[in-house]
């Protein structure tokens, strides 16, 4: 018991050692290492703000999809009840899941509220708005039932927004793998300035490196130091690259919303989940720990066995 704990002890005292090495080494190359620091901030808050406006435009296109609704203008001559009579007759289409009808009347109190012309259309005496048949299809793919109610002879337009979903749809997708490449692109970059930082401290140590490799110390012993400098700057970047995005994220915010809103839209930024910070540090950890991996395994095959 007492020997396994020697070891233990022995294992986390190296382990704290290397740590504080590593550290103290980051502040005595000030300049390098916070140049090293800002280029692997920036290759992770790059596509960090990627990620983001997907995540934002998802919750777009969960809002539009939620609304698959047929909106079947009819000819302004359509009365009520002739209107009601289509849509008796619609509601044995084996496409539509839902119809209701929307009167004139109706569309104009909705207008009236919704709309700054409600006054303009006030001052027209008589109600410009036709019969509307609101229609929820039944399948996936309504562009068959917009046709057939497109032939319909009082029908005077369709609107139907099945085709921008289908935009919509494919720049999801076009921007995923935007991400997936730029984020990997980006990540390798965030790994290069990590292995030229801990290559810079390697060449600084190389006479020590090569004392320690001549009185027997391992490859892990060695490499050890460097990994903790590695996890120390992607741990830091990790940080920088959350605060420049929040930064960000609060600067354009205001901008977006006031745009929208004078569009008439009432779109809120999602929340950025919980996870998400601390999948962005530990994966900048990762990255940070790899690049010093890389440095630092490339230096030990290179100069073993060394000769003083």
């Not at 502040?27 to 620091?37: D, I, T, V």
């Not at 203008?73 to 002739?82: K, R």
């Not at 290069?192 to 391992?218: H, M, P, W």
């Not at 006031?258 to 990762?286: K, M, Q, W």
Request: proline fraction near 5%; aromatic fraction near 8%; hydrophobic fraction near 55%.
């Amino acid at each position: 018991m007492s020997k396994s704990y020697s070891r233990f002890s022995a294992w986390r005292a190296q382990h704290a050692a290397a740590f504080r090495s590593s550290l103290l080494r980051l502040f005595k190359r000030p300049f390098s290492s916070l140049l090293s620091l800002c280029v692997m901030a920036i290759a992770l808050s790059l596509p960090l703000a990627l990620a983001w406006s997907l995540l934002q435009m998802d919750k777009m296109a969960e809002t539009v999809q939620a609304s698959r609704a047929i909106n079947v203008f009819l000819q302004p001559e359509v009365g009520v009840e002739e209107a009601e009579a289509i849509g008796a007759g619609l509601n044995g289409d084996a496409g539509v899941a839902k119809l209701r009808l929307k009167t004139p009347e109706q569309g104009l109190a909705e207008f009236r509220q919704s709309s700054e012309l409600a006054k303009a259309v006030s001052l027209l005496g008589n109600n410009p708005l036709p019969a509307v048949l609101v229609i929820e299809p039944a399948d996936a793919d309504a562009m068959p039932l917009v046709k057939r109610l497109q032939a319909l002879p009082k029908v005077e337009f369709v609107q139907y927004d099945g085709v921008w979903q289908k935009r919509l749809g494919a720049w999801m997708a076009f921007g995923q793998r935007l991400l997936l490449l730029l984020g990997t692109l980006f990540a390798l970059g965030a790994v290069l300035a990590v292995a030229n930082n801990v290559r810079l401290d390697i060449a600084a140590r190389e006479l020590e490196i090569r004392v320690q490799q001549q009185l027997g110390a391992g490859d892990a012993y060695i490499r050890r130091p460097f990994l903790y400098s590695g996890a120390l700057l992607g741990l830091m970047a990790g940080v920088l690259a959350l605060l420049l995005l929040m930064l960000s994220a609060r600067i354009i915010q205001p901008s977006i919303l006031e745009l929208i809103g004078s569009y008439g839209g009432d779109f809120r930024f999602s929340p950025v989940p919980i996870a998400f910070p601390l999948a962005v540090l530990a994966l900048a950890v990762l990255l940070g720990v790899a690049g010093a991996w890389f440095a630092a395994g490339h230096h030990l095959r290179q100069t073993r066995p060394v000769d003083l």
